[in-house]
């Protein structure tokens, strides 16, 4: 959000993990080539088109073709799981996503200040009603809007999130291919930023959520002061419970890791990134074989 696939910030962390890892080919992801179009593709657009606009881009990247690690920032986290779970050919090994709202928002992302245009045209439109049709098809911060005080409407109307993680009444309607394809995952690395204001609520970045107000009435009972908002987390979450998005098949294999950064919302720094991308950024592919991990180049990709 507010970013560009090749902003000078972009450009210098791209440059970081070659040298990290020498060798390396690294593709950013974009949806547009022009650099003032792509950073407004991050406020206004279908995100559904959106991700298939991405899947087709990089099953035409050759070097990707036998699979690659991807990191994901802020809402490109959520947009490369939607990868993952909808199309995953070339398919994804690691998948790192900082301060990323897998389970949505329940507050709109501030923008950076009162020129952040784009920003905050698609706030104040987005805040006239989230659950429109058309907020649904064009404004992407409504499109992962989760308000846990209305989830049957959230259930009902959300076009892209509510889908992506199964939230569906209607349980014939979930999509088990999502389920299989992000269980199919090496390792998911979800990083929450310990400071975190722009994420609402921050634990997001970890699958968790803010309670329905039925679970809300029920923690705060005999209590005697305003309460805190209660955090459902991840592993107490039905679509985890329940798995049905495979997140529980992956985690207890062991491939889920819950990672925290100090800072604000996406306040990179090394101490922060740098383990995590010589971990599990750069594996060597066997072009021979997806399967397997022998000799070859090393690749990784990058959304904004």
């Known amino acids: 959000m507010g970013d560009s696939y090749a902003s000078p910030?972009?450009?210098?962390?791209?440059?970081?993990?070659?040298?990290?890892?020498?060798?390396?080919?690294?593709?950013?992801?974009?949806?547009?080539?022009?650099?003032?179009?792509?950073?407004?593709?991050?406020?206004?657009?279908?995100v559904n088109e959106?991700?298939?606009?991405?899947?087709?881009?990089?099953?035409?990247?050759?070097?990707?073709?036998?699979?690659?690690?991807?990191?994901?920032?802020?809402?490109?986290?959520?947009?490369?799981?939607?990868?993952v779970e909808a199309y995953n050919s070339p398919p994804v090994h690691n998948l790192i996503t900082f301060g990323s709202q897998h389970m949505g928002v329940s507050d709109l992302p501030a923008c950076r200040g009162p020129w952040d245009l784009f920003c905050q045209l698609a706030r104040r439109a987005a805040r006239g009603g989230v659950y429109t049709d058309w907020a649904q098809r064009n404004l992407v911060q409504a499109q992962y809007f989760r308000d846990a005080d209305r989830l049957d409407v959230y259930r009902a109307r959300s076009r892209f999130l509510a889908p992506l993680n199964n939230e569906l009444e209607d349980a014939a309607l979930r999509n088990a291919?999502?389920?299989?394809?992000?269980?199919?995952?090496e390792t998911l690395v979800l990083v929450l930023f310990a400071a975190d204001k722009t994420v609402v609520?921050?634990?997001s970045a970890w699958f968790g959520s803010y309670a329905p107000p039925e679970e809300e009435e029920e923690a705060g009972k005999g209590a005697v002061w305003p309460q805190e908002k209660t955090i459902v987390p991840m592993r107490l979450q039905p679509l985890y419970r329940e798995d049905w998005i495979g997140l529980r098949?992956?985690?207890k294999r062991g491939g889920v890791v819950l990672e925290t950064c100090e800072?604000?919302?996406?306040?990179?720094?090394?101490?922060?990134?740098?383990?995590?991308?010589?971990?599990?950024?750069?594996?060597?592919?066997?072009?021979s074989d997806a399967s397997t991990r022998g000799f070859g180049?090393?690749?990784?990709?990058?959304v904004q």
Request: proline share 3%; glycine share 12%.
């Open 263 to 287: 800072g604000e919302h996406m306040q990179l720094t090394d101490d922060c990134w740098r383990p995590l991308v010589t971990r599990y950024v750069g594996g060597v592919i066997d072009g």
């Open 297 to 302: 180049g090393k690749e990784v990709l990058r």
């Open 201 to 203: 609520p921050k634990e």
């Open 50 to 83: 959106q991700v298939r606009f991405a899947a087709e881009q990089i099953a035409n990247v050759t070097e990707l073709k036998n699979g690659f690690d991807a990191i994901g920032f802020s809402q490109g986290g959520q947009f490369l799981r939607a990868y």
């Open 9 to 46: 910030g972009m450009l210098k962390l791209m440059d970081l993990i070659k040298e990290m890892h020498p060798g390396i080919f690294i593709h950013s992801v974009y949806q547009d080539e022009d650099l003032k179009e792509d950073e407004r593709a991050g406020f206004f657009g279908d």
């Open 177 to 185: 291919t999502y389920a299989r394809n992000l269980a199919r995952l």
């Open 249 to 251: 098949q992956l985690d």
